[in-house]
């Protein structure tokens, strides 16, 4: 009977070891090129802007910032694909003593294998890493004309206000005609629609390691495979070119001249989802705050939920796009332009107030404010021109898009 005992307890430990040494997901094969292009074609077709957002993605519910998207987005394929996965665990890390987060962990056993289990991992890398993480250990630089889909741009700048900035997009597609087509997520981290932006990023590259940047496979960080298209060209270039940089750029990789009416229809586009994102983070800034009972902001919370730098870049892109416009049609252009971006466009910029026109707009950029039907993209400019727009996370929606006065709570900057 003691026998018995000793072999069932044998047994049960056996098992409750390999139950504690399972992996987040089994892996069949390992990096190398092959699976590189099938990551840059799945990027590329394979995720929906609503891909966290959908009840019926797989993924639904996982909450990105900038570069929680980023790793997200590897760490799928990979789980997808059976490959595996590494990088630098930064809450370990200390100094040159690196430590890594693998998909062998066995932190998420109490999760039931599968999606719930990869999405405790998910939630896990983006908790410990961020945009610096992705810069300092996780990436490696690569030659610009070696840019791929897949990719990723990562940028760090100081604020007007003096307060340090990261930002990461991904490449989705590299157009012909010298541009970029980016997704990205944004602050604070939500459940939402993946933001696009297309052509060049809003801010340059301020030296290494920042800039258009690949992962790395874990076999990279132990030496023992090369990382194709490595370079770090993109350096001097950036030194050489300053301001000039993206110009220099876009004729760099640059295969096809783009149309006219694709150049207004891009431009007007990223300002519309620029609009938007604003609009999902007011939103979400209410209700924050409501379930806190309207207390005043803290400046870490000022720092997530403000939109003051959403709101100059927004007004810095419109003023660009409406002088652009106006100077096109002086020039005479303006018959190489689709008639739906004529009436867009000549609204947006005060040179047709008629409703045809403004209906135009909107249905170009159907911006929905909760009780302020007839805001869109020009009256949040109008509105952005003379100062009225309130950027406090503190502020009622109807300040927030310039319709009283904003909150009397503290601003951090």
């Known amino acids: 009977m003691k026998f018995l005992q000793v072999i069932s307890f044998i047994i049960f430990t056996s098992v409750l070891s390999f139950k504690t040494s399972a992996a987040v997901w089994a892996t069949k094969a390992q990096w190398n090129q092959a699976y590189e292009v099938k990551y840059q074609e799945w990027v590329s077709k394979n995720v929906p802007m609503d891909i966290f957002l959908n009840s019926e993605n797989p993924y639904y519910g996982i909450s990105t910032d900038c570069a929680d998207l980023v790793y997200a987005l590897r760490i799928i394929f990979s789980f997808e694909n059976g490959l595996p996965f590494t990088a630098v665990d930064s809450s370990l890390t200390k100094g040159s003593r690196l430590v890594y987060i693998t998909e062998k962990t066995a932190k998420f056993n109490g999760y039931t294998s599968g999606t719930k289990r990869l999405k405790a991992f998910i939630d896990y890398v983006s908790n410990i890493n961020g945009t610096q993480s992705l810069a300092r250990f996780d990436t490696y630089p690569v030659a610009l004309k070696g840019i791929k889909t897949g990719d990723i741009y990562l940028a760090e700048w100081q604020s007007q206000e003096g307060y340090e900035v990261n930002h990461s997009y991904v490449i989705r597609e590299v157009s012909p005609f010298g541009y970029f087509e980016f997704f990205y997520s944004s602050t604070p981290s939500l459940v939402r629609k993946l933001i696009q932006l297309s052509g060049m990023p809003s801010m340059p590259i301020t030296g290494e390691p920042w800039g258009f940047r690949r992962f790395k496979w874990p076999q990279h960080y132990a030496g023992s495979a090369k990382m194709a298209d490595y370079s770090k060209e993109q350096y001097k270039y950036a030194l050489e070119h300053k301001s000039d940089f993206f110009e220099f750029l876009q004729?760099?990789?640059?295969?096809?001249?783009?149309?006219?009416?694709?150049?207004?229809?891009?431009?007007?586009?990223?300002?519309?989802s620029q609009l938007m994102s604003r609009s999902e983070v007011v939103l979400e800034a209410k209700k924050y705050f409501l379930a806190l009972n309207g207390r005043c902001a803290t400046k870490k919370e000022f720092n997530l939920y403000?939109?003051?730098?959403?709101?100059?870049?927004?007004?810095?892109?419109?003023?660009?796009?409406?002088?652009?416009?106006?100077?096109?049609?002086?020039?005479?252009?303006?018959?190489?332009?689709?008639?739906?971006?004529?009436?867009?466009?000549?609204?947006?910029?005060?040179?047709?107030?008629?409703?045809?026109?403004?209906?135009?707009?909107?249905?170009?950029?159907?911006?929905?404010?909760?009780?302020?039907?007839?805001?869109?993209?020009?009256?949040?400019?109008?509105?952005?021109?003379?100062?009225?727009?309130?950027?406090?996370?503190?502020?009622?929606?109807?300040?927030?898009?310039?319709?009283?006065?904003?909150?009397?709570?503290?601003?951090y900057y």
Not at 251 to 272: A, G, M, W, Y
Not at 308 to 317: A, E, G, I, K, Y
């Open 251 to 272: 004729k760099l990789i640059q295969t096809e001249l783009e149309p006219v009416d694709s150049i207004f229809k891009r431009r007007l586009s990223n300002i519309c």
């Open 306 to 411: 403000s939109t003051s730098m959403r709101d100059r870049t927004t007004l810095t892109f419109t003023k660009e796009l409406i002088s652009l416009w106006r100077k096109y049609v002086y020039e005479g252009g303006y018959q190489d332009s689709s008639y739906s971006i004529q009436l867009s466009l000549d609204y947006l910029a005060s040179m047709d107030n008629s409703e045809s026109a403004r209906a135009q707009l909107t249905k170009f950029c159907p911006l929905e404010i909760e009780g302020l039907p007839r805001m869109g993209l020009r009256e949040f400019f109008e509105a952005s021109e003379k100062g009225i727009i309130s950027a406090h996370p503190n502020s009622s929606v109807l300040a927030r898009w310039g319709q009283e006065q904003g909150s009397n709570c503290e601003s």
